[in-house]
Nanobody
Framework: VQLQAYGGGLVQAGGSLRLSCAASGGTFTSYIMGWFRQAPGKEREFVARVSRSGGTTYYVDSVKGRFTIFRDNAKNTVYLQMNSLKPEDTAVYYC?????????????????WGQGTQVTVSS
């Protein structure tokens, strides 16, 4: 499956962005979808994941209450709605697809990755 992420940009602290990730070349509903991010000089970290049906989500503590992951299986697209952005959210954001039935919070569980989209939050 091929993943194309987009929607990043420059935003002031407190602002919002919506990231999108379009999937092609596979059966979208076969995959748990996740978002990860990597800040300069830091390791890539898990942000959020959504189950194959879209019914279950999970977030890293630092984004709970601010970010929402959801998917539209009819459009083969997963989204990350980011509100109340903080400068520490600045990173390259990656979408990823996991063929596992459960889990999806660890990097090694994901076989397919998008190219990343830059999110910069100014203070």
């Amino acid at each position: 499956v091929q993943l194309q992420a987009y929607g990043g940009g420059l935003v002031q602290a407190g602002g919002s962005l919506r990231l999108s990730c379009a999937a092609s070349g596979g059966t979208f509903t076969s995959y748990i979808m996740g978002w990860f991010r990597q800040a300069p000089g830091k390791e890539r970290e898990f942000v959020a994941r959504v189950s194959r049906s879209g019914g279950t989500t999970y977030y890293v503590d630092s984004v709970k209450g601010r970010f929402t992951i959801f998917r539209d299986n009819a459009k083969n697209t997963v989204y990350l709605q980011m509100n109340s952005l903080k400068p520490e959210d600045t990173a390259v954001y990656y979408c990823a697809a996991s063929g596992l039935r459960f889990g999806g919070i660890r990097i090694h569980e994901y076989a397919y990755w998008g190219q990343g989209t830059q999110v910069t939050v100014s203070s």
